[in-house]
């Protein structure tokens, strides 16, 4: 019979580096505080900062950003993000050293308690959280308006709950400071909001790291239209997989392969179905524009282009 993940007092790594060893925070002198703490993973995503944290950090009690080897400044950039906001006190920026394997196939071949692993570098980074309920966000995951008022509304209720939240997000694919496109035609819909419990912690799966969940538990869906995901069209956006053409191979990676079509097709000049162009009024940037105003203003339900994808998701 195997040992469940959470069980004990923490986890050691195989490379014997104990500064970086891992202490369950429920185990910690003090215990869990009420309340809801995200944790961003973050490797060069200076530019995405300062519209990803302000939202954020008035939304949760506590907003943690792991530094895994950035050398774009995202570290000031989260700093002044947080400064600007006014808000610098809710905003922890740790760093993480060490390489950690990119998804697919080097992480597979990556032991799970090697300090390069997926798995062990979420749950590395997920210790450090003293609030009884965490946000898996991601670097480039930005609140709209109405986004930012429902994850507070939210973040100051679920603190002693064991529920699991799932979020769509949409991919914002940007050209420059004032054209963007918009995704609706993929709701990708997945679990970032769990409880801090030894039941949800951080496991290998076949191509990332996967949180682990009891039997029984409590699920719900947020609506469409709270939080766009950044992807710029000048940049490596797909650098954290090992191999882009897994995409096409496996139904796990159905919502990479959308992304990769759609941001090949806007490079090549093609605006594929189901995707919008947004062009901001003059002044102002195009993320604030679609987060602030236009995806407010919407119309739901979003139309689906990909009805197979649909299908493996909670409908929102």
């Known amino acids: 019979m195997s040992i469940p993940i959470g069980s004990g007092r923490g986890l050691s790594n195989l490379e014997g580096h104990t500064d970086f060893d891992i202490v369950w925070p429920w185990n ?78 080097e992480h597979l071949a990556v ?42 509304d939210l973040s100051w209720q679920i603190g002693m709950t064991d529920a699991v939240v799932r979020i769509p997000r949409h991919g914002l694919y940007i050209k420059d400071d004032t054209t963007a496109y918009l995704d609706l035609g993929l709701r990708n819909i997945e679990e970032w909001g769990f409880p801090m419990s030894p039941d949800f912690v951080y496991s290998k799966a076949p191509e990332w790291e996967i949180r682990t969940t009891p039997e029984t538990f409590r699920m719900f869906a947020l609506p469409q239209g709270l939080v766009v995901e950044l992807k710029y069209l000048d940049g490596d956006e797909f650098a954290h997989w090992t191999d882009p053409a897994s995409f096409a191979t496996s139904i796990r990676n159905r919502r990479k392969r959308r992304e990769w079509t759609v941001f090949n097709a806007l490079n090549n000049g093609e605006v594929p179905e189901g995707v919008t162009e947004i062009v901001a009024p003059a002044g102002v940037h195009v993320v604030d524009h679609v987060t602030h105003a236009w995806l407010p203003r919407a119309p739901r339900p979003f139309a689906v282009d990909d009805p197979d994808h649909a299908k493996l998701h909670l409908r929102a």
Not at 111 to 136: D, G
């Open 28 to 105: 910690r002198e003090g215990g869990l505080r009420r309340g809801a703490t995200a944790v961003l993973r973050v490797k060069n995503e200076a530019p995405s900062m300062r519209f990803v944290l302000p939202p954020l950090l008035r939304a949760c009690d506590h907003v943690l950003v792991v530094d895994n080897g950035s050398d774009d400044g995202t570290g000031e950039a989260a700093r002044a993000a947080a400064a600007d906001a006014g808000l610098p006190d809710r905003l922890t920026l740790a760093e993480y050293p060490f390489s950690v394997a990119r998804a697919g196939a």
């Open 111 to 152: 032991n799970e308690r090697s300090v390069h692993s997926l798995a062990y570098f979420y749950n590395w980074c997920f210790s450090h959280v003293r609030t009884r309920y965490s946000w898996k966000w991601d670097g480039d995951m930005v609140l709209t308006t109405e986004g930012e008022v429902s994850l507070a």
